[in-house]
């Protein structure tokens, strides 16, 4: 079965990180924490050019292949989109040492309440963390 991820660099307070990325590949070095060893796993890339539906039905097929949607303001409405479809099979998030105040929060309101099982989790030297929640079975 193909498998949906959404991959998100977000601050402590829950905001896009994008804003930041200029900084946070200086300061943090994302390249060290394995974001680039995830995004070349991925087979395909989406945008919001992707059908939510079309979505749906290839991860249906008896593939394993992974399609990764990467969190940036411009595209936060579609991802919340592809969250409150239910068409999200794992979500990675990366969370900076960093406390924007301001931004634009990753999550929106009115989503569909959902369960989630950590399954990695990952401590860096430079104070990123690595969250991978993949849905609860039985709830998708």
């Not at 900076?96 to 030297?125: C, D």
């Amino acid at each position: 079965m193909g498998k949906v991820q959404i991959l998100a660099v977000l601050t402590m307070d829950g905001c896009h990180a994008s804003e930041l990325y200029s900084k946070a590949d200086k300061d943090f070095c994302l390249d060290h924490c394995g974001i680039n060893e995830i995004r070349e796993n991925a087979l395909y890339h989406i945008t919001p050019d992707y059908s939510i539906s079309m979505l749906d039905e290839w991860r249906k097929d008896q593939t394993d292949i992974c399609y990764l949607a990467e969190t940036m303001p411009d595209n936060a409405d579609y991802i919340n989109g592809l969250l409150r479809m239910r068409v999200v099979d794992e979500i990675i998030l990366y969370t900076v040492p960093f406390i924007s105040g301001t931004g634009r929060h990753f999550f929106k309101s009115a989503m569909p309440q959902t369960h989630w099982t950590l399954t990695s989790h990952e401590n860096y030297p430079n104070g990123i963390s690595r969250n991978i929640y993949t849905l609860t079975e039985g709830l998708k």
